[in-house]
């Protein structure tokens, strides 16, 4: 373990996706989603506690949520968790913690991370990471961590690199061509057909040196005010900061303007969980194509439907084929897979429905 | 309101139709199934509450249960929950509330009433009532309440009547010929088709003295040994009396043999409220025919489904047709409407789950 290795976990995400299990007030991250008895997180937590020392994890997060995590995971120091007043997305969020980062350590070299993705195979995971951080070492590049596509999803940003290594000594290592974020479905399968595209993992690896490079180069605005804060900056001050700041993701901002932007396909398993859909695709499955997630089920004449209650809830389901059964301590949910795009209206319905004690035409 | 008038309140059911919103340690007379506000045993100790003073009611219940009763009723008097030491069917238990009133008062004139059964038309109901307590003054006579059958059900008990009402002043007063328990459904229909059947409410009323009478030819075992109980008898004695006492019902032990049966027609609406499907029956619907007892409810694309989960629960459901939903605060039920007696399966498929922590084959 390498005391110069540092990781920045982007956890401000909010989003209801998941309702009822997730809410406004405790979005996925915090959430257990895939019943492994540990928010996602905390889970993300752990797994970086294997590739650097513990203090070296700077969380950053929405204000509202700082107790969130600092209740989820015990003994983090002061400077260990940023708490953001307003959403300005990733670019911003990245390089306030950079700034915390560069206090301590100049030379850092950095893994930037979502908080709410699941990772499969966890020695390959350690694996990637340590060649990602030995390639940032020799290069002063930006490395993202591809993954090979299985399906044309159009809910990811797909990277297309160039075919020829960079580097002998990672073979898997190569240059990035062009960025294309949620494509059509016709593009998305053309992408796969040429074998040259990955899916963007959303996890960046840099050395400190190159990243405020880069910041300066494209996003000069952000790196002139967001580099200036520190750990013990006043909260007024960083407010200030981020009142007149862009919002802009890493992505956009730096990505696709850089020269320097590596991919290393991943040997390990990855998925976003954006969606029943996808955490279906990703549960255990039973000899009927059930994936129960979370509770105790009994299951009969029931196929291809997702459960995820309370750990403590006992769920006994009968003749259903196909559907989301979800509940919180307050919400049941059962609805149909192929609906659940329907769920950002049922929320909204749900809202109106206790706010003004009516219900929506349906 | 007379006082001498008594109404002895059974309630020392079990059953777990109602599951998971009944439990054996919460049964139906315990539960809000109505989604009214007020368990059922609330709802039936007021209604009698407008028959007869409050201290004449008298609930005769498992002991198990008689802190139950209590937190449910306030400012019961001692000797008005009676507390049976184990169950042995409505003779005994009628028997020994009738001792303890017989302490009292040996004129009263008595009604004996379910606890958990769903009566529409209060003004109808007491005047029924009314009617009733005044045959049986004027008569002696054990009164049932027949209910006119609206359909074949072959869980009720049926009543075969005379004609020929027995009294000027109560025209709807007849003297009962046969019982007939649970007939198969080609008799039922024969039954509804003479038009000479009532169902049979399960409530009768009696003067003490005609009860008394009736235990001693009929019963005369039961008359010797509950008759010499008394709301001070130590609980060690009652404990030996119901050891020794045989397990009968007063229809089969009495009134199958009696010969001074009368039965008066409801006037109200009734409903003992046995099955789901009994629920479904008489809730208020949805322009879908959806019966929302109780939570609060979004139906999307929902038919003919009845829900009942507790009312501070938001319950969201899409795509069902003919469902049962319903859970209480550990436990949720999703199953079809059409396969309800297998929920006796489930209970036991539950328990199972949760004391051997496996899963039984499904």
């Known amino acids: ?35 492994t008895g540990q928010s996602m997180l905390q889970t993300t937590f752990e797994r970086f506690a294997c590739i650097c020392p513990r203090e070296n994890i700077i969380i950053v997060t929405n204000r509202g949520y700082v107790d969130r995590v600092r209740e989820q995971i015990d003994g983090l120091l002061p400077y260990q968790v940023l708490g953001e007043p307003t959403r300005r997305n990733t670019a911003p969020c990245v390089a306030y ?8 350590n100049p030379n ?34 930006i490395l993202t961590i591809g993954v090979r596509p299985t399906n044309p999803n159009v809910k990811y940003g797909y990277i297309q690199f160039s075919e020829e290594p960079v580097d002998a000594r990672a073979t898997n290592l190569h240059k990035v061509i062009t960025f294309t974020e949620k494509p059509p479905v016709v593009m998305a399968r053309q992408f796969i057909a040429t074998g040259e595209f990955f899916w963007n993992a959303g996890i960046f690896v840099w050395r400190l040196s190159t990243l405020r490079k880069a910041y300066e180069a494209f996003l000069p605005n952000i790196a002139k005010s967001y580099f200036a804060l520190t750990s013990s900056t006043p909260q007024a001050d960083v407010d200030n900061v981020y009142a007149l700041s862009e919002s802009i993701s890493v992505d956009f901002g730096i990505m696709e303007h850089a020269e320097n932007v590596y991919v290393m396909e991943a040997s390990f398993g990855w998925s976003d969980v954006e969606s029943w859909d996808s955490l279906y695709g990703i549960a255990r499955h039973d000899e009927h194509n059930n994936g129960v997630v979370m509770g105790k089920s009994l299951l009969y004449d029931v196929k291809n439907s997702i459960v995820h209650v309370p750990s403590n809830r006992t ?12 509940a919180n301590e307050d919400t049941i949910l059962v609805c149909r ?16 429905m206790n706010s003004r004690g009516e219900k929506p035409r349906q």
């Open 315 to 326: 769920v006994v389901l009968q003749g259903l084929d196909g559907y989301i059964v979800a």
């Open 1 to 35: 373990m390498n005391n110069n290795t540092y990781c920045i976990i982007m956890a401000g995400g909010f989003g209801s996706r998941f309702w009822p299990i997730c809410k406004d007030d405790s979005p996925k991250q915090f959430i257990d989603i895939l019943g």
């Open 337 to 352: 897979r192929d609906n659940e795009d329907c769920i950002v209206k049922y929320i909204s319905d749900v809202e109106l």
């Open 97 to 104: 913690a950079a700034s915390v980062i560069y206090e301590m």
């Open 108 to 141: 850092a070299n950095v893994i930037v991370t979502p908080s709410d993705h699941a990772i499969f195979g966890m020695e390959n995971f350690i694996h990637d990471m340590e060649q990602a951080l030995q390639a940032t070492e020799r290069h002063d590049c």
